[in-house]
Structure formats: structure tokens, C-alpha cells
Nanobody, 123 residues
């Protein structure tokens, strides 16, 4: 499956963005999608996953502000980001795979990756 992420940009602190990730080649419903992010000089970190179709796992740093969702009819995964902070600045990557529970928050749990979209939050 190929993944194409979009929707990033420059936003002021407190603002919102919605990222989209369109899947092609295979149906996204056959996988568990996730979002990760990577800031300059840091490792890629888990943001959110729609594991097991409704059990949304979210990183503590974004809980209550970010929401992952999917529309299987559009083969698309979304990340709604509200109340953005400067520390949310990073390249955001969508991913898809079939992780077991212990790998839901790990990059190793996901086989397919999009190219990334830059999110910059100004203070």
C-alpha cells in the first residue's frame, strides 16, 4: 500500500490543522493506521493509532488535543490537531500495518509509511 500525507503548514500556537493520508494500492481498512512525528535532531515518535478499529491510542503529549480517524470509503486517515503548541513542530508521517498490542506505539509495528508533511507552530 502507498501512503500520501498532506495538510501540513505554518500555524500560530493555539491554532488547528487537519492532516490527511490517502492510501492507494490496497484498502486502508485492511490495516491499522497511525501517525508519527519527527522533530529536528530527535527520533521519530508515536502520536496516535487507530488500533483494532476504534481503540484509539494517543501519546500523552497530545492527548485531548489530537484525534485520529479514518474514512474507509475514501481510503483516507486523518489527524485532527487542535490547540497546537510550538513543541508540536515536526514532520508528521502516516503509517499502516498490523501491529500487535506491544508494538502499537513503535515504528517497528508498521510496514508502510508515507513521505511526511511538515507542521510548524509559531509562538
Amino acid at each position: 500500500v502507498q501512503l500520501q500525507a498532506s495538510g501540513g503548514g505554518l500555524v500560530q500556537a493555539g491554532g488547528s490543522l487537519r492532516l490527511s493520508c490517502v492510501a492507494s494500492g490496497r484498502a486502508i481498512r485492511d490495516y491499522y493506521p497511525a501517525w508519527f512525528r519527527q522533530a529536528p535532531g530527535k527520533e521519530r515518535e508515536f502520536v496516535a493509532s487507530d488500533w483494532r478499529g476504534g481503540s484509539a491510542y494517543t501519546a500523552d503529549s497530545v492527548k485531548g488535543r489530537f484525534t485520529i480517524s479514518r474514512d474507509n470509503t475514501k481510503n483516507t486517515v486523518y489527524l485532527q490537531m487542535n490547540s497546537l503548541k510550538p513543541e508540536d513542530t515536526a514532520v508528521y508521517y502516516c503509517a499502516a500495518g498490523r501491529p500487535i498490542l506491544s508494538s502499537v506505539r513503535s515504528t517497528s509495528g508498521y510496514e508502510y509509511w508515507g513521505q511526511g508533511t511538515q507542521v510548524t507552530v509559531s509562538s
